[in-house]
């Protein structure tokens, strides 16, 4: 058998890389969500089962926040312009001036170990220099790389602008994705772009796919049992308002305000489930 897929997430700090990841491995112990730019602070294996066997290992990785000063910093290093580009990066990474960029190099190392790497981008974002220095120095660790258009759901989205910046550098295989709006059929997209790159895990890619598929079948028969006892449960209750010598109509109130909280209740609970 062959040992699992390693693919490393990569992108600018607050890209959504965690939150990619938390869709993909159905966690929401993953990593830590948050406005604050380097949330992630070092490299996080999280491993996708299969028969409870590890098919693919997801790497959470720092942000890369500043590309453009490293990437400087290793055109600055390299003394022979024509030093191959991958060499060169690693002759960096393995060098002292690599401390001064403890977060991307932890995310570069981890991305030339990976079998593959996605780019995730934040499709709300301009097309800038710094993004194109990320892609730079990606493309430098001589690993197959899938670019991922997060957020892509956002009226802020520029998704074509993307495609078209991105095939200018090559990368044609772009993939939407969004964490908020989610649909699984981009989830589906996503994975046979990794199998196309990766076809020696096509087997246990095949195998991860028919299980959600499963997984999504039998959650959506659930809910629709769980809906249907709700509405039967609704439909059964009835609350006995006595008749007396006083004010009926101030009962029969009160009787319809306890009816409406348990219908809530009831709601809410199946609603959680």
Do not use: Y
């Amino acid at each position: 058998m062959n040992p699992p897929l390693e693919v490393a997430v990569v992108g600018h700090t607050n890209a959504g890389k965690t939150s990619l990841l938390r869709t993909l491995a159905r966690r929401r112990d993953v990593g830590e969500v948050s406005a604050s730019p380097a949330t992630t602070r070092r490299v996080e294996p999280i491993p996708l089962h299969l028969d409870g066997t590890e098919a693919i290992v997801l790497l959470d990785t720092p942000g890369l926040e500043d590309s453009i000063g490293l990437l400087e910093a290793v055109d600055a290093a390299t003394a022979d312009r024509r030093t191959d580009r991958i060499a060169a990066l690693e002759s960096f990474l393995a060098s002292p001036e690599a401390a001064a960029f403890p977060q991307e190099t932890q995310a570069l190392e981890a991305a030339r170990r990976a079998d593959l790497l996605l780019a995730v981008i934040d499709a709300r974002d301009r097309v800038l220099p710094r993004h194109l220095d990320e892609l730079e120095l990606l493309g430098r660790c001589g690993r197959p790389t899938i670019p991922v258009l997060n957020f892509v759901a956002s009226k802020e989205s520029d998704a074509e602008g993307w495609r078209s910046a991105l095939a200018r550098l090559g990368l044609h295989a772009v993939v939407a994705f969004d964490t908020v709006a989610f649909e699984l059929e981009d989830e589906r997209r996503l994975f046979e772009a990794i199998r196309t790159l990766a076809p020696e895990h096509r087997d246990a890619i095949d195998g991860l796919l028919e299980a959600r598929r499963r997984e999504r079948n039998r959650r959506r028969s659930a809910s629709a049992n769980r809906i249907a006892d709700l509405l039967l449960d609704a439909a059964s209750m009835a609350i006995e308002v006595p008749k007396g010598d006083g004010d009926e109509s101030a009962a029969a109130d009160s009787a319809l305000g306890a009816l409406r909280d348990r219908l809530r209740n009831l709601e809410h609970a199946a609603h959680l489930e």
